[in-house]
């Protein structure tokens, strides 16, 4: 949570991925409720001595999450080679491929120096996993007027 800036905290209602009843909520600033809770979470992370583990379980899923993604945009480009393609990734295939590799070894590197804090992330991210499906009980489907990249 404190990866990310409360602004785009409070952007998450107009992109449907958390629900839009929130105090204090406007799409126009900042929320202040975010920035005090966000701030209030560093400060308890800071003061009780975890903060270092946290980053360092941060550090392993984002890595992970960051191979995931470029892996999908090979998969996309494979499945849809008619796409819209508003991006042009440099040097693909070849780029993304290296990346995805180096990713994965990261990964896998990380759990074998740093099994406790790998697990750990693991389990937390696991652990979202329940708490997003009772937010959204309909499950991610994509449906066909939606554009599959946008």
């Given at each position: 949570m404190d990866a990310?800036?409360?602004k785009s905290q409070s952007h998450h209602p107009d992109q449907g991925t958390i629900p839009t009843e929130r105090p204090g909520w406007r799409p126009d600033r900042c929320d202040r409720v975010a920035l005090i809770l966000q701030g209030?979470?560093?400060s308890a992370l800071v003061f009780s001595g975890?903060?270092?583990?946290?980053?360092d379980m941060l550090i392993f899923v984002s890595w992970?999450?960051?191979?995931?993604?470029?892996?999908?945009v090979i998969v996309a480009r494979v499945r849809f080679p008619d796409a819209a393609r508003p991006?042009?990734?440099?040097?693909?295939?070849?780029?993304?491929a290296v990346f995805v590799a180096f990713s994965a070894l990261y990964v896998v590197l990380s759990i074998i120096e740093n099994t406790r804090n790998a697990l750990f992330g693991m389990v937390l991210v696991a652990a979202g996993v329940p708490v997003y499906a009772s937010v959204f009980p309909v499950g991610l489907e994509l449906l066909p007027e939606?554009?599959?990249?946008?």
């Open positions: 990310i800036s409360p209030a979470w560093a975890t903060f270092d583990q946290i980053t992970a999450f960051y191979g995931l993604l470029a892996l999908a991006y042009r990734v440099p040097g693909y295939p070849v780029v993304p939606q554009p599959l990249i946008s």
